[in-house]
């Protein structure tokens, strides 16, 4: 079964700076998706970036940046320009493959960015 | 693009009695989910239905628990004889094709008394 780590439980920024959110997962398969989601407070989950793991460049989404390292099996999140509307849960998700397709969440990263 | 609804918002039961979630998920979207998340968790994957076909159910859901996507379109999820640890939030997401994002809606809130 898929794994996913989410190694920081809660992270703190103060607004404009940058921030790396870090996840690694464990998967079998050579072709897949992998996804970050944000949850904020007492509202629906949302998109933040895509990455599908043929493609070698990093995706990047206007101030969300990934660094994905496929051998390492590692997908981080970077934020610049924190603004205070980024505080939020951060979920990393790969796509599973071959029959079953469902996104496989990590427990998350609480991120905090303080005026 | 209207969004994935999901009813009720909140229900609140007491232990022992059966309840019903409404998810209507995005209109073209073939592909529909469930997941339940409690507090401080990552949702975790229930069942997923492809038209109206139930691909896959998780061996969290007891045989308690039953979802229907009759039409290929809008799905339930009842949860029967609930119990405390039932208590979550129950997520629905929908997805247009293979390997497309899910989008979420805003997720049923289930306390059991």
């Known amino acids: 079964a898929q794994t996913v780590t989410q190694s920081q439980p809660e992270m703190s920024v103060q607004e404009a700076e940058t921030v790396t959110l870090s996840c690694t997962y464990d998967?079998?398969?050579?072709?897949?998706?992998l996804f970050w989601y944000k949850q904020p407070p007492s509202r629906q989950m949302i998109l933040v970036i895509r990455?599908?793991?043929?493609?070698?460049q990093n995706a990047t989404e206007n101030r969300f940046s990934v660094n994905f390292q496929k051998a390492a099996k590692s997908f981080s999140l970077k934020i610049s320009d924190s603004q205070l509307g980024d505080t939020a849960m951060y979920f990393c998700?790969?796509?599973?493959?071959?029959?079953?397709?469902?996104?496989?969440f990590g427990k998350g990263t609480k991120l905090t960015v303080n005026p | 693009d209207t969004g994935v609804s999901q009813n009720p918002r909140h229900k609140i039961t007491k232990r022992g009695q059966n309840v019903t979630f409404r998810c209507d998920p995005i209109?073209?979207?073939?592909?529909l989910y469930w997941y339940r998340q409690t507090l401080g968790q990552g949702p975790e994957f229930l069942t997923y239905?492809?038209?109206?076909?139930?691909?896959?159910k998780s061996r969290l859901l007891s045989d308690r628990f039953s979802a229907e996507r009759p039409k290929g379109s809008f799905s339930t999820l009842e949860i029967q004889r609930t119990e405390q640890g039932d208590s979550a939030m129950y997520l629905c997401?929908?997805?247009?094709?293979?390997?497309?994002?899910?989008?979420f809606g805003n997720g049923t809130r289930l306390t059991v008394t």
């Open positions: 997401a929908s997805s247009l094709r293979t390997n497309s994002p899910l989008h």
């Open positions: 998967t079998s398969e050579n072709n897949y998706y």
């Open positions: 990455q599908e793991a043929y493609k070698q």
């Open positions: 998700a790969p796509l599973t493959q071959g029959g079953s397709e469902k996104l496989v």
């Open positions: 209109s073209e979207h073939n592909r």
């Open positions: 239905f492809q038209n109206e076909a139930q691909l896959e």
